[in-house]
């Protein structure tokens, strides 16, 4: 079983209602996380980028959650230009495939996440 919880800029309390910028499950896998077996320590333990090299803080990093793999769990985060180029790409991908995009994007939860990803991540 898989457990996702994922946060934008590291916030991240106990009670999902208080969330505002949690990460939806659905949303993540359009991110496509790598493999944590081909990733070095430190990016599984959150320190760098899962997709870069960059060294994180907990003010910028946009934290992916707590990722329940075997032989253990892992804590990948990303640095804001790495999440920003793949909510980009993902949501062409997305909005392509998606009947609520085609009528209205507003509408759509998945959309609304990526694109504040994608804004967040081009400041």
Known sequence: MR???????GIMPSDA???PHAIPPDVLALLALPDPATLTEDQRRGIVCVWG???LNTLT???LGVQDATPRCWFPRACPTHAADR????LFDHASMCEQCTDAA???ET?????RLVREGRR
């Open 3 to 9: 457990r996702i919880t994922a946060t934008v800029g």
């Open 111 to 115: 959309s609304r996440v990526l694109y």
């Open 53 to 55: 090299d960059d060294r």
């Open 87 to 90: 909510a980009h790409r993902a």
């Open 17 to 19: 209602a208080t969330r």
């Open 61 to 63: 990093a946009v934290d």
């Open 106 to 108: 507003e509408h759509c």
